[in-house]
């Protein structure tokens, strides 16, 4: 399928030797992918950062924390435009703080993942012309256990629409639906330096843990890109109403890696071997998958450490009302070869917040250069105040 590959192909096309060349195979690689425009301009972190509307995807226990009653968020992504002009990623997103003591919420998103139009001939069948995407929907809820410390749990609804029927009368996608669960943490403390009052805070996520895909009624199973993100981030005041915020978030694929031909001797025997660690990796359930990441790599523990990717992002804020942003994130050649600079800006008044991003790799020919992002955010305090001024 010509636009699923162009995705695909975002991830292979700086491959130098192809026998090093190992990056971990998932379904559903748009859930992947960062919605918001502020994260992605710090280099797509926010295991950490300051709670938003759009902690939902980075650390959703971080709403318990969230000053404000409530806000959502619509994130629009134009993705890979450089190689196609119909491929985007949509996201709604937000939250609603409940209890008499403010101290847990309840959230949810949804994201839509179009892959364009798709156009195919078949022996025997005619043209077919499918619109192939990829869609999530979830719900949170998260809770202060103490003071300091929260946690989160959500439940997703996938559902991904990519390949063709194999039936003449059938022009319709053949989809694959899964359900998942993200399980994160975020400690939170105000540490006094010198006479300034600063803001240190860790968290983490495990997101998408949950069933396999069954691509073509079995045939091709795939796993979820189930991730552990781990994150801190420190605010220190620069000045009256000015704050610089520093940021640092490592994620790793929780996925076992899919055996490789040349991982294997030549010869009878060899091919024996690969065809038996093959069909186990298909027949290997999820939660064993998660524990096998870490110890499974054809290269040992040096190749398992190049499966670990790396985000540095800094925000600068003025008055919690404009935001200057940067950030790098780096991911293995042999892995990937993410490697990309973001860089943004945001407004924000009472009741409306507007964020903007643009990515730029560090390879010429990635189709991640000069990839947009744009967030606009709603409050609901401030959506309440102006309607309370208004009467």
């Given amino acids: 399928m010509s636009a699923a590959l162009c995705m695909i192909a975002s991830v292979a096309v700086h491959a130098q030797d192809k026998n090093s060349f190992n990056p971990i195979e998932t379904g559903v690689l748009s859930l992947g992918i960062a919605p918001d425009a502020r994260g992605a301009s710090m280099g797509d972190l926010g295991a950490a950062t300051e709670p938003d509307a759009n902690s939902q995807f980075w650390n959703p226990s971080k709403y318990a924390f969230a000053y404000s009653q409530g806000a959502v968020s619509l994130n629009y992504t134009p993705w890979l435009h450089k190689l196609v002009n119909d491929i985007f990623l949509a996201d709604l997103m937000g939250y609603y703080k409940i209890g008499s003591q403010d101290n847990q919420a309840l959230s949810a998103s949804l994201r839509y993942f179009s892959l364009g139009e798709v156009s195919t001939s078949e022996d025997g069948m005619g043209a077919q012309t499918l619109n ?8 949170g809820y998260s809770r202060k256990l103490s003071e300091k410390f929260s946690m989160g749990v959500v439940f997703r609804y996938i559902y991904s629409a990519l390949g063709f029927s194999t039936s003449y009368a059938g022009d319709q996608n053949v989809g694959a639906s899964a359900f998942a669960a993200d399980i994160s943490g975020y400690y939170n403390t105000y540490p006094i330096i010198g006479r300034n009052e600063c803001q240190w805070a860790w968290g983490w996520n495990i997101s998408n843990i949950g069933t396999k895909l069954s691509y073509f009624g079995g045939e091709e199973p795939a796993f979820l890109p189930t991730t552990l993100r781990i994150g801190t981030s420190f605010t220190f005041p620069l000045a009256d109403y000015h704050n610089l915020a520093l940021n640092l978030d490592l994620n790793k694929l929780l996925v076992p890696a899919k055996p490789r031909r040349i991982d294997f001797e030549d010869g009878i025997e060899g091919e024996e071997q690969y065809i038996d660690k093959l069909e186990d990796w298909r027949n290997m359930s999820p939660i064993t998958g998660i524990f096998k990441s870490f110890s499974d790599a054809p290269g040992g523990f040096k190749e ?48 409306v917040r507007l964020d903007a991003s643009y990515m730029m790799a560090t390879a010429q020919t990635s189709p991640l250069d000069q990839t947009l992002r744009f967030s606009l955010t709603f409050d609901m305090d401030g959506l309440r105040d102006l309607l309370g001024r208004r009467r």
């Fill in 132 to 139: 192939p995407y990829e869609m999530a929907f979830d719900i």
């Fill in 304 to 351: 398992e450490l190049k499966e670990i990717n790396f985000s540095i992002g800094a925000e600068y804020s003025y008055n919690n009302q404009f935001f200057l942003r940067a950030g790098y994130f780096y991911g293995n050649p042999d892995k990937g070869n993410w490697q990309y600079f973001g860089l943004g800006a945001g407004f924000s008044l009472n009741v």
